[in-house]
């Protein structure tokens, strides 16, 4: 393997951090044993700038680029989402039926109608022609679901990230 640059970040396929690297994982360093690599990283990851910085945390994140809008070491987005009505496209479940005995067993151009002979060994009517609609009272419809949260991960595969803390210092060109 070439000798990396220092703070070059890897993937790896085993579990932990080979000599003279450190897994992505969040850790704090004192400044006055990495200066080297705390040169090139300051408090992008975090730490107090004075005694301390940061490794990044790469365990459940997923590496993007850095813009205008996601600046480097900011962290976006959240595994699990409980959606909240505000966040649900503007629907409604209007539902019609009618008190009217039934006529019909086609379900075209008719409306759910009060079923009318149960006693008979034929399929039972069950439809009418709209006309006589009825509104269901608001407390009829109610809220489903449990409001628990869902995975919000894309699908994806762990693997072990490491930062160099020692290797080449980078030059800019």
């Known amino acids: 393997m070439a000798e990396p640059f220092l703070s070059e970040i890897r993937m790896f396929g085993f579990g ?3 000599r003279g ?5 969040g850790q704090i360093l004192p400044i006055n044993q990495n200066q080297s690599l705390y040169s090139l990283l300051g408090t992008t990851y975090g730490g107090d700038g004075r005694t301390s910085f940061a490794l990044p945390d790469m365990r459940s994140r997923t590496p993007a680029g850095d813009d205008e809008q996601l600046l480097q070491g900011a962290k976006q987005g ?3 989402v409980t959606l909240t009505a505000a966040e649900m496209p ?3 479940h209007a539902v019609k039926a009618t008190t009217a005995n039934a006529t019909t067993k086609q ?4 409306m759910l109608a009060t079923a009318v002979d149960k006693t008979q060994n034929v ?3 069950m439809y009418v022609a709209p ?4 509104a269901l009272a608001p407390a009829s419809v ?6 628990m949260a869902h995975d919000n991960n894309q699908p994806s595969i762990a693997v072990n990230f490491c930062i160099a803390l020692q290797g080449l210092f980078p030059s800019r060109s």
């Open 16 to 18: 932990w951090a080979p």
């Open 21 to 25: 690297w450190a897994q992505c994982d």
């Open 78 to 80: 959240i595994e699990y």
């Open 90 to 92: 503007a629907h409604s």
């Open 107 to 110: 379900f075209t151009g008719s």
């Open 123 to 125: 399929p039972t009517n």
């Open 131 to 134: 006309s006589s609609l009825v």
């Open 142 to 147: 109610s809220t489903a679901g449990s409001g």
